[in-house]
Nanobody, 127 residues
Framework: QVQLVESGGGLVQAGGSLRLSCAAS????????MGWFRQAPGKEREFVAA????????LYIDSVKGRFTISRDNVKNTVYLQMTSLKPEDTAVYYC????????????????????WGQGTQVTVSS
């Protein structure tokens, strides 16, 4: 079955860095857009970043542009989220997800475009 397993979360001080990984199985990984979302306590799950099948296109929420980088390795079936200059407002559970097969600008930010999710990894940024 389809499985996504996130790792790499933890507690970090403001200004620090973390690298999240998401190992995928159960589908041909390279056929799908991949995305990262996050959910803070009491808030809706929000889009963070997405990457196209061949890594030619990426998309970020404005609040993480210039600080976060999404990448993927289609041999290792893994998508990454490198997070730098972390802020307390980045504190959330981070989820990776399988997206659509086709890259469509704008569509990648919608939760409904993703149909399989990992269990999440907690990121806590202290001030």
């Amino acid at each position: 079955q389809v499985q996504l397993v996130e790792s790499g979360g933890g507690l970090v001080q403001a200004g620090g860095s973390l690298r999240l990984s998401c190992a995928a199985s159960g589908r041909t990984f390279s056929n799908y857009v991949m995305g990262w979302f996050r959910q803070a306590p009491g808030k809706e799950r929000e889009f963070v970043a997405a990457i196209s099948r061949s890594s030619t296109s990426t998309l970020y929420i404005d609040s993480v542009k210039g600080r976060f980088t999404i990448s993927r390795d289609n041999v290792k079936n893994t998508v990454y989220l490198q997070m730098t200059s972390l802020k307390p407002e980045d504190t959330a559970v981070y989820y990776c997800a399988f997206g659509p097969r086709i890259w469509m600008e704008g569509r990648q930010k919608e939760k409904t475009a993703y149909d399989a999710w990992g269990q999440g990894t907690q990121v806590t940024v202290s001030s």
